[in-house]
């Protein structure tokens, strides 16, 4: 399968990565490489196989359900690139 | 450096992990001694940018902490050890990017839970090395540092170190360090350590945690040891090993003494050779040294059998379906607002601009790459032909080993790497794909979960390290590095770079 130029911009749409117009032409063309590399996956039989979930077969661990954590605000903000009275900060959200 | 410190000590930076364990526990060097010795290396070593964060402060501070230890006759090995770490782990208070320009500034508040164990049992940490961004890559050219540069050198060219752990082989063959934390979720541990001439193991998937370590293909990546021995090899590992409740698949199995598992004795084991492995094209002298391997193990009372691991071809596209896909959800968090970078937004930007701006400006272009080609493989319509196609193929893989494994294999022999180490800007400029090539033999066994070791074995006729690859049963890492002890000593391999930089 070959990626074009709207496929390209599609894509990075869903991936929230701004990719100006005029390199929108050479991306395509690297994902299509990428995708036909991916192709060759179509020649396996793979009927009746499940597909595999988990490296070693472990069912994930329970734990209870309580306040193990927190109380960290200070520290959970120290990072942040914009963070106002005990919150993150983001640009306007709703109109 | 202390005025008194003799010129062993001064040298003690190309130690082995095992001998200075040995040296400090006598008293016949310090930590201190041992840490300024690899400090002046690494500020000699500028030219490998192999270090790319470094931390003297807290290395004298820790190196002082643990002789107060030793000289208290409390002293676990690797109290007093000092080791680079990949810039992937979080180290506390320690810049922590992963190779990227997204995460600049990022300074954790917590350590990861593998160096968390490492400052517990009183090892040293000299800084945070170089890598590929978000380690995707195989020749270290991706991370936002410029390339970390192989120490081995044969003509005017300078060489990449190999991938994604290319700082901390590069540390580990210059001898700027005694160890290095690596990590490997396609061959990231294996082949720059074949590229430098030094050992990598990757541990069964779960034996070490992966909790604190910048997540790229969360059912591949597994952290392991970078050192100049097997030794060395077995003894961070079990430092490194264990379960932890902050990771849902670390294994609740005890952690063996690895080290005393260096018998040297594999006689009557049956190692694997695949026959899927000996690829069209493959060079003369990565068929001669796999040939050489087999003999030292036949020499060693091992029986070399011939296997099949169908499905060894179709590994490398089903590793580039599932490693982007998983990178695609895991980097979203990438957002602009938690922590890194912010783009500068213009005037009416909203929260979308914010987020499409900063991924631009933070992600490279390969991780841009495999974000997106992740992204299309999970979108709808597409995710059955993909995504759900690859994860069949990764059970017929994993089925392979299973099978061979069945029939009595105790170890597979295989090539690391499909050459010694190329010259940076050499290769994937134009096709990504050509730089993918580069983990055939690496990336079946992160898709199996399995554990694998490179052993430095031979020079090629340039003069530059090649490597073999052991991979082991689930969970047997003792045996595995035991097969690896015999291979390493049968090999000899005791070359060492030039020292240009």
Known sequence: MSIDSDTARKVAKLSRIRVEEGDLPELAQKLSSILGFMEQLKDVDVTGVEPMTSVTPMRLKRRADVISDGNQQAAVL?????????????????? | MSADMSGAASRANGWTVAEARDALRKGEVTAVDLTMACLTAIDAGDGLNAFVHKTPELALEQARAADARLAGGDAPAMCGIPVGVKDLFAVKGVPTQAGS????????????????????AGAVCLGKLNMDEFAMGSSNESSCYGPAVNPWKVDDRQLTPGGSSGGSAAAVAADLCLAALGTDTGGSIRQPAAFCGITGI??????????????????????????????DAAIVLEAMAGHDPKDSTSAELAVPDFEAALTGDIRG?????PREYRLDGMPTEIAALWDRGMDMMRDAGAEIVDISLPHTKYALPTYYVIAPAEASSNLARYDGVRYGHRAKLAQGDGITEMYEKTRAEGFGPEVQRRIMAGTYVLSAGFYDAYYNRARKVRALIKRDFELA????????LAPATPSSAFGLGEQGGADPVEMYLNDVFTVTLNLAGLPGVAVPVGLDAKGLPLGLQLIGRPWEEADLLNHAYVLERAAGFVAKPGKWW
């Open chain 1, 78 to 95: 120290k990072n942040a690139p914009d963070a106002r009275e005990g919150f993150f900060a983001v640009p306007k959200v709703v109109e």
């Open chain 2, 405 to 412: 494994f069945a029939a009595g294999i105790d170890a597979i």
């Open chain 2, 269 to 273: 084991k049956k190692i694997g050779i």
């Open chain 2, 202 to 231: 990757k541990p069964t998937y779960g034996r070490v945690s992966r909790w604190g370590i910048v997540a790229y293909a969360s059912s591949l990546d597994q952290a392991g040891p970078m050192t100049r021995t097997v030794r």
């Open chain 2, 101 to 120: 320009n997204i995460l600049r500034g990022f300074r954790p508040e917590y350590d990861s839970t593998v160096t968390a164990k490492l400052w517990g």
